[in-house]
């Protein structure tokens, strides 16, 4: 079955730093794979998505992730944090038509 | 188009109440997954819908939880009796065509039973 494993629950960065939030895989098939945000009191909202189309996956809000296979990772960066960056962001995978599997997420502080 | 629409947003009940939360999709999409999410266990998939028919429904914790899909455009969650370890976050998600596509979240229905 597939599964997601972010490291680090929360991460704190100062305002202007890079941002790296870690996301690695399991899945037995090439895989589907995600980052959501959550800001305080909202639903999630797709950041990003991997389709195998490309390795490096831009998304909104200037963040990207980059597909590794021989790592199985999906790791969320961007260069500079911003104080409105500060949320809980989720990486998640699917199969095919299947359902998706979420990570536990990583609440991202941002100081300033 | 205004989204997946939730309501109640906020719900309060007593233990032993029957407590319903309702889910209307994005027009046109033909998948739609109930979530739960509270500190201790994160966001949990309960169940999902693919046009209008359940698919999985594994992760629905017991016989009091219950959902329906009646058509495209309305799904409810029921629970029945409702306990206080029922108390969460519960969000309804809607995508084009399963879990490949990108999941629209709905604002959530914060339940709380006392």
């Known amino acids: 079955a597939q599964s997601v494993t972010q490291l680090g629950s929360h991460v704190s960065v100062s305002e202007g730093a890079l941002v790296l939030l870690r996301c690695n895989y399991s899945?037995?098939?090439?895989?589907?794979l995600f980052w959501y945000v959550q800001y305080p009191n909202q639903g999630l909202q797709l950041l990003l998505k991997?389709?195998?189309?490309?390795?490096l996956v831009k998304g909104i809000n200037g963040f990207e992730a980059e597909f590794k296979k021989s790592e199985t990772s999906f790791h969320l960066t961007k260069p500079s944090a911003h104080m409105s960056d500060a949320a809980e962001y989720f990486c998640a995978v699917s199969q095919g038509f299947q359902k998706l599997v979420f990570g536990t997420g990583t609440r991202l502080l941002v100081s300033p | 188009d205004a989204g997946v629409i939730q309501s109640p947003r906020h719900e309060v009940t007593e233990m032993g109440q029957e407590v319903t939360l309702r889910c209307k999709p994005i027009s046109g999409h033909n998948s739609l997954f109930w979530y739960r999410q509270t500190m201790m266990r994160g966001l949990e998939l309960l169940i999902y819908f693919n046009n209008n028919v359940p698919i999985d429904d594994s992760g629905m914790p017991e016989d009091r939880f219950s959902a329906k899909m009646p058509n495209a455009s309305f799904s409810t969650l029921k629970i029945q009796p409702s306990e206080p370890r029922d108390s969460a976050v519960y969000f309804c998600?809607?995508?084009?065509?399963?879990?490949?596509?990108?999941?629209?979240f709905g604002p959530g229905t914060r339940l709380t039973v006392t």
């Open positions: 991997y389709t195998s189309a490309a390795t």
């Open positions: 998600a809607s995508s084009f065509r399963g879990g490949s596509d990108e999941q629209y």
């Open positions: 899945s037995s098939v090439p895989p589907y």
